[in-house]
Every structure is written in C-alpha cells, then in structure tokens.
C-alpha cells in the first residue's frame, strides 16, 4: 500500500509543479494520445501506399516487374 501512495504524492507533486523529474497527467495523458494516433496515421499511410501501388498496376501506370532482371 505504500508505493500506491508514495506514487500517488510524487504524481500529485508533479502535477502541481514541486517536482519536474516526471510527467504531469495531463502530460502523460497527451503523450498516450499522440501516440495512438501516431499508430493510426502509419496504419493508414500504410494502407494508401499499398492502395496506391495497386492502382498504379491497374492502370499500367509503371510497367510490371519483369523475371529479366
């Protein structure tokens, strides 16, 4: 139970500013969500250069790869 509440008064000191060793809550809250949604845009980046290539394909946009090479 100790390390609950020295947890809790070292997050309560950094959230009122006596400490700086850490991230605040809301700090940490904004990094958490930066980070979902940095997943979320590789995901889609993924997503529509893979879209893109498929359709460059199926337009004959760039040629097929051949075995020669």
Do not use: C, H, Y
């Not at 400490?19 to 700090?27: A, P, Y």
């Amino acid at each position: 139970m100790r390390s609950v509440t020295s947890g809790g008064l070292k997050q309560d000191d950094l959230n009122t500013g006596r400490r700086s060793d850490g991230l605040t809550s809301d700090e940490r809250a904004e990094l958490t969500m930066l980070r979902r949604e940095n997943k979320r845009l590789k995901i889609e980046q993924e997503i529509l250069s893979k879209a893109a290539a498929w359709f460059a394909r199926e337009t004959d946009s760039i040629p097929k790869k051949s075995s020669d090479s």
